[in-house]
C-alpha cells in the first residue's frame, strides 16, 4: 500500500525556492558588474587574449556597460542573500533539521559508493535517510560556499574599514579571486544540479515543492501539490514585484534607480556608524611592491595648462567672498607625506602606488581654519568639467592628501599635475586630477559619476 510520506522537509523546500533564487540573483548582479569594462580580460602578462566582454557581446545583446547599475544591486541584493543565508541556518540549527542534512563520518565513503552506482558499477548503494551522502555534502558544501562569498564580499566591499578581514584571506586581490572561484563553483553545482533534477523526473520535482510524495490517496497529494504551486505562484509573482520596485527608475537616465540608491545610501550610513574610523589606515607597502600606474580618465585634464600660471583657489566654509588662490610653492611649505598603498579604481582593478604631498587635514587647518565643521569638501578641475565631493572625515583622514609627487617624481599632466588628490580610503573616482578649485560647503557638492549612477559614497 502507498503511503503518504513527508519527503522534503521545510529547510530542504527553503533551501531550494529561496535560497537558490538569491544566489543566481547574485550571480546574475556579479555578471553585470563583470561586463563593465576592459580591465576583465584573460591574458598572460600584457598579452590579452580577450576582454570580458568583447566590443561585439554588447553589441550583440545590445547592452550597455553598466558597472554602476550592477554594483548599486549587487550591494542591495547581498541584504537579502545574507539575512536569509542566516536565518536559514538559524532555522536548520533549531528544528535539528540539521542532522538530516549535515554530512557524518560515513558520507564521505557512501558518497563515493553512490557516484561509482549512478556511474554504472557494480556497487551496492548503501543504506541512506531522507539524503544520501553525496546530498548531504552538497547542500552543507553550499552553505558554507555561501558564508564564505559573504566574508570575502564584504573583505572587497571595505578593504579598508575591514582590512584585517582582507588581510586573513590574503589581501585585496585574493580575495577578488577567491569571491570569482566560489561563482565558478556555484556555477558548476548549478548544471549538474538542474540536470539531475531534470533526470529525476516530475514526482521527485513535484516533491520539491509540496514536501510530499507517494500518495495513498492520489487526492489528498493533488490537494498539497495545487496548494504548493500555488503558493510557488505568488512568491514568484512577490518576488518579480520587487524586483520590478527595486528596479523602478528615476527621472534622471544616467542615474541609478532611487531605491537602489537609498540603499547604497543605508550601506554608507551603516559603515559610517559602524566600523568607520580616520585610525583606520590603509594598508602601506615597500617601494619594491610598486607598479606602473596606467592614465585613467582625462576628464578636465585634456587641454593643455600653463603649469606657472595656476593657482588653487580655496574656499572656506561659508566664505564665498574670501577665497584664497594659492601657488604650488605655499603648498609645499606643509610637512610633506610619503605613501606607499594600492590605488583602487571602482573598475576593479588596483595598483601599488607611491604618492607624496601634503596632508589635506593640514592644508585645512591652515588654509581653512575652521571649516573642519563642515560637512562636505568639494573639489573641481580648472575647467570645472572634473568634479567630486567628500565628506569630512574622509577628507580629514590622516592618509588624504594633496599630491604634487609620484613614485618619486614629480606629477606628470597625466596623473594630474600640478596638485591632485589622494584619498585611499576611496575609490580612484574621487582621487581627482588637476584640482582647481577647493570648497569646504554643507551641502553635498556635485560629484562627476555620482550622476552617471556611482554610489556617492564610494568609501573603502
Ligand atoms: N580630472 C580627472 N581626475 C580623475 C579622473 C578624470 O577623468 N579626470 N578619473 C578618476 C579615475 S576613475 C581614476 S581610477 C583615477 C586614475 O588615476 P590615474 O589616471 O592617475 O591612474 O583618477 C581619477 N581622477
Ligand atoms: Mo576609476
Redesign the pocket.
Known amino acids: 500500500m502507498k503511503v503518504l510520506q513527508e519527503k522534503h522537509k521545510l529547510a530542504t523546500r527553503w533551501f531550494h525556492w529561496l535560497n537558490f533564487p538569491l544566489l543566481l540573483a547574485m550571480i546574475y548582479s556579479g555578471l553585470v558588474i563583470y561586463w563593465a569594462y576592459d580591465p576583465y580580460r584573460v591574458g598572460v602578462g600584457n598579452v590579452t587574449l580577450f576582454h570580458f566582454f568583447p566590443d561585439w557581446f554588447y553589441g550583440f545583446f545590445g547592452l550597455g556597460q553598466q558597472l554602476a547599475y550592477g554594483m548599486a544591486l549587487h550591494f542591495t541584493l547581498a541584504w537579502l542573500f545574507a539575512i536569509n543565508g542566516v536565518a536559514y541556518v538559524l532555522y536548520t540549527l533549531i528544528s535539528g533539521e540539521w542532522r538530516e542534512l549535515a554530512p557524518d563520518r560515513n558520507s564521505p565513503r557512501e558518497a563515493l559508493q553512490v557516484a561509482m552506482h549512478d556511474a554504472g558499477f557494480n556497487v551496492p548503494l548503501p543504506p541512506q535517510g531522507r539524503y544520501n551522502a553525496a546530498q548531504r555534502i552538497t547542500y552543507t558544501a553550499i552553505v558554507l560556499m555561501g558564508g564564505l562569498s559573504l566574508v570575502t564580499g564584504l573583505a572587497i566591499y571595505k578593504p579598508v574599514q575591514i582590512h584585517w578581514l582582507t588581510a586573513a584571506l590574503g589581501g585585496y586581490q585574493w580575495a577578488r579571486l577567491e569571491h570569482f572561484c566560489l561563482t565558478l563553483g556555484y556555477v558548476a553545482f548549478f548544471a549538474i544540479h538542474i540536470a539531475q533534477v531534470a533526470r529525476a523526473g516530475w514526482a521527485n520535482f513535484r516533491a520539491m515543492v509540496s514536501g510530499w510524495d507517494l500518495a495513498e490517496s492520489e487526492t489528498s497529494l493533488a490537494w498539497r501539490t495545487r496548494r504548493s504551486f500555488i503558493g510557488l505562484g505568488v512568491g514568484a509573482v512577490a518576488a518579480l514585484g520587487g524586483w520590478k520596485w527595486l528596479n523602478t527608475p528615476g527621472s534622471e537616465e544616467a542615474d541609478t534607480p532611487p531605491h537602489l540608491r537609498s540603499v547604497l545610501g543605508f550601506n554608507e550610513r551603516v559603515v559610517r556608524s559602524a566600523v568607520y574610523g580616520n585610525a583606520h589606515l590603509v594598508p602601506t607597502f615597500p617601494a619594491s611592491a610598486i607598479r606602473p600606474?596606467?592614465?585613467?580618465?582625462?576628464?578636465?585634464?585634456m587641454e593643455e595648462i600653463d603649469l606657472t600660471a595656476w593657482r588653487l583657489e580655496v574656499v572656506p566654509m561659508g566664505a564665498e567672498d574670501k577665497a584664497a588662490k594659492l601657488t604650488l610653492a605655499e603648498i609645499q611649505t606643509l610637512p610633506k607625506v610619503e605613501q606607499t598603498f594600492e590605488?583602487k579604481?571602482?573598475?576593479g582593478w588596483s595598483v601599488v602606488t607611491s604618492f607624496a604631498g601634503a596632508r589635506l587635514a593640514d592644508f585645512t587647518a591652515k588654509y581653512a581654519a575652521g571649516s573642519e565643521q563642515a560637512a562636505f569638501v568639494g573639489m573641481k578641475?580648472p575647467d570645472e568639467t572634473?568634479y567630486i565631493g567628500i565628506d569630512m572625515p574622509g577628507a580629514l583622514h590622516p592618509q588624504t592628501l594633496l599630491a604634487y609627487e609620484m613614485n618619486g617624481q614629480p606629477l606628470t599632466p597625466?596623473?594630474?599635475a600640478p596638485l591632485?588628490l589622494v584619498v585611499p580610503v576611496k575609490?580612484?573616482?574621487k582621487?581627482?586630477?588637476?584640482i582647481g578649485r577647493i570648497e569646504y560647503t554643507n551641502e553635498r557638492p556635485d560629484d562627476y559619476?555620482a550622476e552617471y549612477g556611482y554610489d556617492y559614497y564610494a568609501g573603502l
Open positions: 600606474l596606467k592614465k585613467n580618465g582625462d576628464f578636465g585634464i590605488f579604481c571602482i573598475e578641475t572634473y597625466e596623473h594630474g591632485r575609490y580612484g573616482i582621487n581627482i586630477k588637476r559619476w
